[in-house]
């Protein structure tokens, strides 16, 4: 007996050889083959005449009888033949050739009836080349499917014989019972798995077609969130201790600014999930210069006041860096101890910040992944904090969680902001912070596409800012010159940069520098002792100066949207307006033109992010991947589907 979980092998006619090929598109058992959904649908159901059909472009459905003896003919090429007939429906006569199909024959004798399905040729009487064909009754082709499933091939495989081999199957477990309770059902107007499973496959019309989809698309995503519950249920287990504050003003007053609604109403959620016995795990999304950083301050103030440890994980020493002076300069005058450990942080100071971790004289560490190597060990952490937790894999974060005995409360943060329904979604065993407003004051940056022909333009445009005494950034993609790839690189470019504003002092900073040489170029930037900077994406998070109001990015095709919006965040800091210049070449793909456009229409975050999960998706929810569409969601698209 045929089950759901047979191997592919248990239908007939699928030996090893095409047990393999099945293997390619991701089936091994009966399950997989019906969920091997087809990737389109050819409609051949209405029906044209011959007379009809000579005006119609595309491919249309004739159903003709034979009225000739087929005709092999070897008029070309060594043992390459063809087989040509006539057939005819009263208005017309179709002549029909098929290459290389001798046995074919046999099949189309005279008198015999066909439905044929392809595109009608008129430029030497009325011929058919290859169509598709199926015998029929009579002259409507009534009996036939109207609709006729194409499903994504691998070699050894053909549509018919999947096509056969799911009819089979379904034929053999249709009966098996349905996911989803009745009630479910019922409430949301949706049909059986039955009836859904059927008619994905073998539509008995379009209504019933997008019956079968939207039940599908429903019970994936019915089962996502399921699983995604239970992994929240899961954590929703006493063991964290209850950080309790009652007033948070002492903490907000020492910001040198008046906190947003979206910051206060973040901070709010956060410390009502800090007040419970159950591990926090929150993530805050915010666009750029949202004040993210303030929230998390905020939030480690309240665990030390709690006398416990809190630690802030940044994905880059020059983010890492900026973080730990701009919370000690926030908490100078509190009686508490900041500590920073980096790659860079070395010898008897790196000892000095271990040893005080671990006895608990430091209240805050900020660093990079160094805070999950083995030799760190906190006294008593209770918070986490994971900066640009993209940049991160899941098994990384989750070693720094395992610094307690007690689970401490986690924090995630992320500058790519996602639409709030599909962050509860991507981000489902987590709960959901939004900062969905900037600071006042801040004038929108104003970002503009320029063509290599604009380039003198763009000069004009950055000796100009310069006049009146701004900075400017110059992006580029890579550090030297690659031969395979047709890309302007910082070398060359800083040399350019150089010689057309010799007048001007020109840095540049790259991974590939020493630290202290990055150090020292970053420093010079901010003290305004350099004019232009001239960077890689190291500069993508982490630096902030006021000062810098254009950022130029060479080659911009070359990024994606989350990171061209990451790089436009470096300016428009300060009070004057600031400009992004978008530098390509002149021939882009119509994706990338896209992005481009996105970029110049919009500054909000949220619409930029919406557009990358389009282009990209938003990783594998249920496992470690970073990217991709969920290799489960085989109908149900997250960001199409958001609705349902």
């Known amino acids: ?16 050889a095409r047990a393999k090929a099945f293997k390619k598109l991701g089936v091994e058992n009966i399950r997989g083959l019906l969920c091997h959904y087809p990737r389109a649908y050819q409609y051949r159901g209405h029906v044209r005449s011959v007379a009809e059909a000579r005006s119609v472009e595309g491919p249309v459905s004739l159903v003709l009888q034979v009225v000739s003896v087929p005709e092999e003919h070897r008029a070309y090429g060594r043992g390459k033949s063809y087989l040509r007939f006539r057939a005819s429906d009263g208005t017309g006569t179709v002549s029909v050739t098929f290459f290389n199909q001798p046995f074919l024959k046999d099949t189309f ?40 499933p194409v499903y994504p091939l691998s070699a050894g495989l053909s549509q018919k014989f999947i096509s056969e081999r799911v009819r089979t199957a379904l034929g053999a477990v249709i009966t098996e019972s349905d996911i989803l309770p009745a009630s479910v059902l019922l409430e949301n107007g949706l049909c059986t798995y039955s009836f859904a499973m059927r008619n994905i496959h073998f539509p008995e019309n379009t209504d019933a077609l997008e019956r079968a989809r939207r039940r599908l698309m429903f019970e994936q995503l019915f089962v996502l969130s399921a699983s995604l519950c239970m ?55 915010g666009d750029v210069g949202s ?35 701009s919370i000690s300069e926030y908490t100078e005058k509190l009686p508490i101890k900041i500590g920073l450990l980096t790659g860079n942080v070395k010898g008897k100071k790196r000892t000095q910040v271990l040893q005080q971790l671990a006895d608990g004289t430091l209240n805050i560490l900020v ?22 937790q993209h940049r991160f894999g899941v098994k990384q974060r989750a070693r720094l969680w395992q610094k307690n005995v007690q689970p401490p409360h986690i924090l995630v943060m992320t500058a790519t902001p996602i639409p709030r329904t599909l962050a509860m979604t991507v981000y489902g065993d987590l709960d959901v912070s939004v900062i969905d407003e900037l600071p006042p004051g801040r004038k ?79 420093r010079a930037f901010k003290q305004h002792e350099t004019h232009i900077l001239v960077p890689t994406t190291v500069i993508e998070v982490g630096v902030n100066v006021p000062n810098a109001s254009v950022m130029v990015i060479e080659n911009a095709e070359r990024f994606g949207l989350a990171q061209l919006h990451q790089l436009r965040g470096r300016v428009g800091r300060g009070a004057e307006q600031s400009y992004c210049i978008l530098m390509t070449n002149n021939r882009l793909s119509d994706v990338t033109q ?51």
Request: glycine share 6%.
């Open 444 to 522: 929108p940056i104003e970002t503009v596409h320029y063509r290599q022909a604009d380039r003198p333009r763009l000069y004009e445009g950055i000796r100009y800012q310069l006049k009146l005494g701004r900075q400017i950034y110059v992006v580029y993609p890579l550090i030297k010159e690659n031969e395979k790839q047709n890309l302007r690189d910082l070398e060359t470019g800083y040399s350019q940069l150089v010689e057309v504003f010799s007048d001007y002092k020109v840095g540049m900073v790259h991974g590939k520098m020493k630290p202290a040489d990055k150090e020292e170029a970053m």
């Open 594 to 644: 896209r992005r481009m456009q996105v970029m110049v229409d919009s500054t909000d975050g949220f619409v930029i992010a919406e557009e990358d999960l389009k282009l990209r998706g938003p990783g594998d929810l249920d496992g470690t991947a970073q990217s991709g569409m969920p290799f489960d969601l085989k109908i149900a698209n997250l960001v199409k589907d958001q609705e349902l």
């Open 291 to 325: 004040g993210k950083t303030s929230v998390a301050l905020l939030c480690c103030l309240l665990a030390v006041d709690n006398k416990f440890q809190a630690c802030i994980m940044a994905p880059t020493e020059i983010l890492a860096e900026q973080h730990f002076a």
């Open 1 to 16: 007996m045929i089950t759901s979980d047979s191997p592919i092998t248990a239908l007939p006619g699928v030996g090893e």
């Open 231 to 285: 992994k929240k249920a899961q954590r929703t287990v006493s063991g964290a201790r209850a950080l309790e504050s009652s007033d948070l003003s002492p903490f907000t007053d020492l910001l040198p600014y008046e906190m947003t609604d979206a910051q206060k109403r973040s901070v709010g959620e956060i410390a009502s999930d800090l007040a419970r016995c159950v591990p926090m795990k929150r993530i805050l999304c």
């Open 109 to 148: 004798r005279p008198e015999r009836r066909f439905r044929f399905w392809g595109k009608l040729d008129t430029s030497h009487g009325v011929s058919m080349t290859s169509p598709v064909y199926e015998p029929c009754v009579d002259s409507t082709g009534e009996e036939l499917a109207p609709i006729v």
């Open 367 to 388: 660093g990079t992944h160094a805070l999950i190597e083995p030799s760190v060990a906190f006294y008593n952490l209770g918070l986490v904090v994971i900066d640009e």
